[in-house]
């Protein structure tokens, strides 16, 4: 049967991109309470110095609050490494190299602690009603993520974002049949900015969520029912002297 979290508020946190510091930020300007649900987009990883350290967190995060882990795609990425030690080029480019370096030094113990907690995040998350979907990029099949053949688009897709901001500049009249499954979706992956400050942006019925916080933007947590947003500072501040990925080709 699935988890229902009663009472509280459903939140929803975009990418992180190892910016602990910055989560932690605002997380605390929400003022959590042990009734709230929190639902993580995914990228947990890559960008920032603290992988490891962001990872600790919401681990622990999970032992006191009601949490949903999504998968993003660079968590796969980081679970290929540690399982596998794979560390393509373009992963090291795009913020793997701070991952690794993390990783590098952490005991035995702790990483496999890890492992089993990015083996274990999910693909994507309905809510109660069945009516709102959650994951960190989207699905391309028409009659929604239960029907979608390749899984990893969950985790790499990025022509659903594509499809809502067309929709929303051509000002339709109707959803076309893929965004028509969901009363609202709620994305990351694909930053609204990589070079200021921006707040969660709506596009159709689709919420992206990714603030650029691997960048120049922040870590933003969002209300379902009331559309309000938290954001820490900009990550790049809590991280003096780190490019995160603003050197990224």
């Not at 809510?127 to 969950?154: C, I, P, W």
């Amino acid at each position: 049967m699935p988890k229902t979290f009663a009472l509280g508020r459903t939140l929803v946190i975009g990418d992180i991109h190892s910016g602990k510091r910055a989560l932690e930020q605002a997380l605390n300007r929400v003022n959590l309470h042990p009734e709230d649900h929190l639902i993580f987009l995914g990228d947990y990883v890559d960008a920032w110095s603290e992988a490891a350290e962001t990872i600790n967190f919401l681990i622990t995060l999970k032992s006191n609050q009601k949490c949903t882990f999504l998968r993003g795609n660079h968590d796969d990425l980081c679970l290929n490494y540690l399982t596998k030690a794979e560390a393509p080029e373009m992963w090291l480019l795009h913020g793997g190299q701070q991952t690794k370096d993390s990783y590098d030094t952490q005991p035995k113990a702790i990483v496999e602690q890890h492992i089993s907690f990015l083996q274990g995040l999910e693909d994507y998350h309905i809510d109660d009603s069945n009516t709102r979907l959650f994951l960190h990029a989207g699905y391309t099949n028409l009659r929604g993520v239960e029907h979608e053949y390749f899984s990893k688009m969950f985790y790499w897709d990025r022509t659903l974002w594509e499809l809502a901001q067309v929709v929303e500049e051509s000002a339709a009249d109707d959803l076309p049949p893929r965004l028509k499954n969901y009363s609202e979706i709620f994305i990351g992956h694909t930053p609204v900015s990589k070079k200021q400050l921006v707040t969660p942006k709506r596009a159709a019925n689709v919420w992206n969520i990714d603030t650029g916080a691997a960048f120049k933007g922040a870590v933003s947590v969002i209300d379902v029912e009331t559309k309000q947003f938290w954001q820490s500072d900009p990550v790049e501040i809590l991280y003096p002297g780190e490019p995160g990925r603003n050197l990224a080709p």
